[in-house]
């Protein structure tokens, strides 16, 4: 197999395990760029990425640059020397100049089918539009959001309880599957690139806290869908701003009333179709508990209704 020199640019867990196998693989990664320490926890310290701590752990050197956009970061980054730049959930915009850099140019690794969901969020939009199938793209960027040559796609069927975590776990390990392979169809000129299709693109925009309240109104599947694919972030949460309750697990079951009503004691809420029963829910300041005993601890009874 041909072996390449590599920068990989990474921040999120995605990215893991395809640094992992390229290291695995031989390849040269002569530096892995990822974003700077950001405050974390209740005592918001600094703290590396977790692709920076485990490229560390390989003995791989480190690059945090706030942005890429000025002329120092160019030349950096040009003076690597690298073949090809491999890029997964980075954050950061990559400019003509660092794009034009690698002899092979940069690769993304997009955890959807494109050109369907392009964007910041394509796993939680998979599973909020309740997609069947979903997949990893490989594409040769370019200055546009997600719009560049198709290098290959490799689908995947979504799992009916599927979360955004597993989904997005399932997708990181396939990368880092065929990842290799790509790489040395790349340097050895066997590569074949596919345009895409505007015509057939989404956009996964980035969610807020917004698109985590409920409203009963909605289908049961639909809130289902939400829980799945809003946990951890933002989440999904219900009842006044100053007694919020998030839903971490649930599941749509048969029942009919008014939109929030209870219906039971073990915490199964009427929806505009359906009912969903709250598995596991965590009040604002408390800890995570099942629904039927977060309603005895409010004491609420059927048929009370949720706001």
């Not at 959807?112 to 969901?117: A, I």
């Not at 989440?235 to 009919?256: C, M, N, T």
Request: hydrophobic share 45%.
């Amino acid at each position: 197999m041909t072996t390449l020199r590599l920068a990989f640019m990474a921040t999120a867990p995605f990215a893991l395990p395809a640094l992992e196998a390229l290291h695995r693989a031989g390849h040269d990664i002569v530096a892995v760029y990822t974003q700077p320490p950001r405050p974390a926890g209740r005592g918001k310290r600094l703290r590396a990425s977790v692709v920076a701590e485990r490229a560390e752990a390989l003995g791989l050197d480190v690059r945090t640059p706030v942005s890429l956009r000025d002329g120092a970061a160019s030349t950096a980054f040009r003076a690597l020397d690298a073949d090809v730049a491999v890029v997964a959930a980075y954050g950061l915009i990559l400019p003509r100049p660092i794009l034009d850099a690698p002899r092979l140019g940069c690769i993304n690794l997009h955890p959807s089918l494109l050109p369907r969901w392009r964007g910041a969020t394509p796993v939680a939009h998979t599973i909020l539009h309740g997609d069947r199938e979903t997949g990893l793209t490989v594409f040769r960027m370019d200055e546009g959001l997600d719009t560049g040559a198709i290098l290959c796609r490799h689908r995947l069927p979504v799992h009916r309880r599927a979360t955004t975590d597993s989904l997005e776990s399932c997708l990181a390990g396939l990368a880092a599957d065929v990842l290799p392979g790509l790489l040395g169809r790349l340097g050895d000129h066997l590569a074949r690139v596919e345009p895409q299709n505007d015509r057939d693109a989404t956009y996964a925009r980035k969610l807020t806290r917004a698109d985590g309240r409920v409203d009963w109104r909605r289908s049961a599947d639909e809130i289902d869908r939400m829980v799945r694919g809003l946990n951890p972030r933002p989440g999904v949460h219900f009842g006044p701003d100053s007694a919020q309750v998030k839903i971490l697990e649930a599941e749509a079951v048969a029942g009919e009333a008014a939109p929030g009503t209870l219906l039971d004691r073990s915490a199964v809420v009427a929806c505009g179709r359906g009912a969903l029963r709250l598995v596991k829910v965590r009040a604002a300041g408390r800890p995570t508990t099942d629904g039927a005993a977060w309603l005895r601890g409010q004491r609420l009874e059927p048929p009370a209704r949720l706001a």
